[in-house]
């Protein structure tokens, strides 16, 4: 096995943590667990002095025409002002992706470098990841592209896309491993006090605010709803409730809320459940019925398809210390 080349590019303003993940799993001289080890170089638009984020500046001898001289090209995350405010990704970078690309580099982007990948044509027609928060920007700028906003990375052989930043650990890690093996992955992984490889998706890490609605007749209803998850609560019953006959309710809510009102209510139980799960000790059945779920096989099955994680394995990663809490 051969580790091979690895360039980095940057351009002014990336954010530091994405940089400093590759340069950690990369850079350093590892020739105890695999030799050789990587030919690891920063290739910057601006070689005698990259400014990052927070005004770090990073010195290089390489330029980012050097992209086409290596096995594997990363990206690490845009600029903000790229993914927030709409500025272009900057021209050098992706004409040097597209160089590196015909020249047979793979290619792997972490968190919002899926932009620069996506602005170069390398993700057409396939499946990428990038940080759930900008994941509906990727897929209405670039409709070609098969935005995954529940997965940790997506490999797709000669091109590899992160979720957001933490999963730019997992890809790096999930590099090594196709790489070098499975051994040196987890020796790398144990002296950076990190797991291997963590279960589930993207989708246990999304935030758990309740979607806003414009309209009047439909706001107290979704309160009203979002306090009785744990009875039983029908699209009729919602109707009766908002004084409509059930198909106006349910075309009235999909074009308010965006989705349907059973898809909505399951949303919201999945959230009591995430809630209840992160701050108090209720057993896993007793958290199924306060949410709504039922049981608990219901609970593991909705955990399962939606966030990709058991109950149990979402509480060992988001539990808070909360001894002798109860549910409200």
């Known amino acids: 096995m051969s580790a091979g080349s690895v360039a980095l590019a940057l351009v002014d303003d990336m954010p ?24 690891f170089r920063l290739c910057a638009e601006k070689p005698a002095g990259t400014r990052s984020e927070f005004g770090f500046l990073q010195h290089t001898r390489h330029g980012l025409d050097a992209l086409a001289k290596a096995r594997t090209v990363i990206v690490p995350a845009l600029p903000y002002a790229c993914v927030q405010s709409g500025l272009p990704v900057p021209p050098a970078l992706v004409e040097a992706l597209r160089a590196a690309a015909s020249a ?21 027609g396939r499946r990428a990841a990038t940080h759930w928060l900008y994941a509906g920007t990727l897929s209405m ?33 999930h590099v090594v491993r196709k790489d070098l093996g499975a051994e040196v992955s987890n020796q790398v992984a144990r002296r950076m006090v990190m797991p291997a490889h963590r279960t589930g998706g993207q989708a246990q890490y999304v935030d758990l605010s ?24 029908t699209v009729d ?46 057993p896993i059945d007793q958290v199924a019925e306060h949410s709504g779920l039922g049981s608990a096989a219901n609970l593991r099955r909705h955990f399962s398809l939606h966030l990709g ?14 001894r002798g809490a109860t549910p409200a």
Do not use: K, N
């Not at 935005?147 to 997992?170: E, Q």
């Not at 509480?315 to 808070?320: P, Q």
């Open 104 to 124: 047979g580099a793979r290619v792997i982007s972490l968190c919002t470098g899926a932009f620069a990948l996506a602005a170069a044509g390398l993700l057409d």
């Open 210 to 233: 309740i979607p806003d609605t414009d309209d009047d007749s439909l706001g107290p209803l979704l309160q009203w709803a979002g306090t009785r998850l744990d009875q039983p609560l």
């Open 309 to 322: 994680v058991t109950p149990t394995g979402y509480r060992h990663t988001f539990r808070r210390d909360t």
């Open 141 to 173: 700028l670039h409709p070609q592209v098969r935005v995954d906003a529940s997965v940790l990375y997506v490999d797709d052989g000669d091109v590899m896309t992160s979720a957001g930043r933490g999963a730019a650990l997992d890809l790096c890690l």
């Open 237 to 282: 019953a919602l109707a009766r409730r908002a004084g409509m006959s059930p198909r106006t309710f349910a075309r009235r809510f999909q074009s308010a809320v965006g989705t349907t009102p059973l898809q909505w209510l399951l949303s919201q139980r999945l959230i009591r459940a995430r809630r209840l799960l992160e701050s108090t000790d209720l």
């Open 16 to 39: 530091l943590f994405e940089v400093a993940i590759a340069c950690e799993v990369f850079g350093p001289e590892r020739t105890d667990l695999a030799d050789p080890w990587y030919d």
